[in-house]
């Protein structure tokens, strides 16, 4: 069981602005977006924090994925579900897993698809532990694709309490494989959300018996941790590929320059990229010769990131005419890719973006980039932008460095936890008028940002 990739290795085991509108204003329109949902998110956060008594952590984290401005929906919405028994925790848990609800149609969609659940002869208890247990049923469309969902969930939290297996599963069935394999699962520690996900899905890697057994027996055996996505990841290669195939995918790799402990490390980071062909494998290799990369890079680019694999030839080549269109050299995107594999994998327009704006909005080198590239890693609106608002803001206000507007090394503004950029450029002013405008302008205008200024200044204490 995968002796080709652990020969000569051994077991590894894996543990666990002056204000807002200045500041916008200097940037182009395409960020005045940030601007707009402004209002939104103020009054979601509040909203979430008022109806459903949520952390203000947690409502900030919802309102970036939901924003509403008045609460004559979302008011709709809670009463529906109140009016069928849900309890506030209840409620509470299907909005923070499934936040899109509060906007859905109350009349055309949640209603008839809690109706037609109930006609199926659940109990108001019984009908709010499932729906609260996988939100996402009322996301579905067809009154059998909700009710494949409902049934399997239904089986499994029964099986979950102990009951025995609804006695209509024919004995090998699919659905009675499914349960038993998931209940196997949750007794490994597997978390019940990535169980819930993997028990809905179609994927056949619970549906067997035999197989699933030795499979989930050699995943165990590599000591991958139970508790993590890639346990399910690993188990899922490990179900589909044979040994005789494996052994297949592993000569590829050692053809072209791997070795058995490359493959296992390449492994134990992205199982799936065991799952491309070998025309695939080479494929990605040849393609990143042409890019201007000698072997031994590419080896190292494919070990550190294996994920690159399943990267396609045209995006690859597409990222690179974009790297070269935006005025950095061959020689500048490879040294790119080779310090932060995961470049060649943003699209043409999200690369744009960000160079764009750290070189023409920000003032920042290209050689800047060159040396962090993985600065184009992070989110534009929710970290690059923010904290580019507050150093403008210090700037404008000559706050920084020795003249006053000395931009600060592209690094020690984006690459630096939330906590020492803040340390660095915010709590160290005595100004608390000022210290409570740059919280303003970092969180967005979110409501938070006193309390989020009080635990700093806590702890710098």
């Known amino acids: 069981m995968f002796s080709m990739i652990l020969r000569g290795t051994r077991l590894v085991k894996l543990h666990k602005c002056c204000n807002f509108s200045v500041s916008v204003s200097a940037f182009s329109n395409s960020f005045s977006s940030v601007a707009g949902c402004r209002k939104g998110k103020i009054f979601t956060v509040s909203y979430l924090i008022d109806s459903l008594s949520l952390t203000t952590k947690l409502a900030e984290s919802i309102s970036k994925k939901v924003t509403f401005e008045d609460k004559v929906n979302p008011d709709s919405v809670l009463s529906l579900f109140r009016s069928y028994g849900f309890t506030d925790s209840q409620i509470s848990n299907v909005i923070t897993n499934y936040p899109g609800l509060l906007v859905a149609d109350v009349e055309k969609s949640l209603a008839p698809k809690l ?9 108001s208890s019984e009908l709010a532990e499932i729906v609260s247990s996988v939100p996402k049923i009322l996301g579905k469309r067809g009154g059998k694709t909700i009710s494949v969902y409902y049934d399997s969930i239904k089986e499994f939290i029964k099986a979950d309490k102990g009951s025995k297996l609804c006695h209509s599963l024919p004995q090998g069935s699919k659905q009675e494989n499914k349960i038993r394999n998931v209940m196997a699962l949750r007794e490994l520690g597997v978390p019940q959300k990535m169980l819930f996900h993997l028990f809905i899905s179609d994927h056949h890697v619970c549906c067997g018996k035999e197989r699933f057994e030795e499979s989930l027996k050699r995943v165990v055996e590599m000591g991958v941790d139970p508790t993590t996505l890639k346990f399910i990841e690993t188990l899922k290669v490990v179900y589909r590929l044979s040994d005789k195939t494996i052994k297949e995918k592993v000569n590829i790799c050692k053809r072209l320059g791997f070795t058995g402990e490359d493959v296992w490390e390449m492994f134990t980071k992205c199982p799936c990229f065991l799952n491309n062909s070998e025309k695939k494998i080479i494929q990605t290799f040849e393609t990143l010769k042409k ?8 080896l190292s680019v494919l070990k550190k990131f294996p994920i690159c694999i399943c990267i396609s030839e045209h995006k690859i080549l597409n990222c690179m005419e974009t790297f070269l269109g935006l005025g950095f050299s061959r020689a500048e995107f490879i040294t790119m890719v080779k310090h932060f594999p995961p470049c060649i994998g943003l699209s043409a327009e999200m690369v744009k973006k960000k160079a764009e ?11 800047f980039l060159v040396s ?5 890693g992070y989110n534009l609106e929710k970290r690059t932008v923010p904290r580019c608002n507050v150093i403008k803001a210090l700037m404008s206000k000559g706050l920084l460095g020795d003249t006053g507007s000395k ?26 008028e000022l210290v409570d405008e740059l919280m303003a302008i970092f969180n967005g205008g979110r409501v938070s940002y006193s309390r989020k200024r009080q635990a700093f200044c806590y702890h710098s204490s």
């Open 407 to 432: 931009l600060p090394s592209i690094g020690s503004v984006l690459k630096s936890t939330d906590e020492k950029f803040l340390n660095m450029f915010v709590m160290m002013h005595v100004d608390k």
């Open 357 to 367: 704006f750290l070189v023409k909005k920000m003032n920042w080198p290209r050689k």
């Open 115 to 123: 109706q037609f659940l109930q006609s199926r002869g659940a109990s």
């Open 372 to 376: 962090n590239p993985s600065v184009l």
């Open 291 to 298: 890019c201007g990369l000698v072997e031994d890079e590419v």
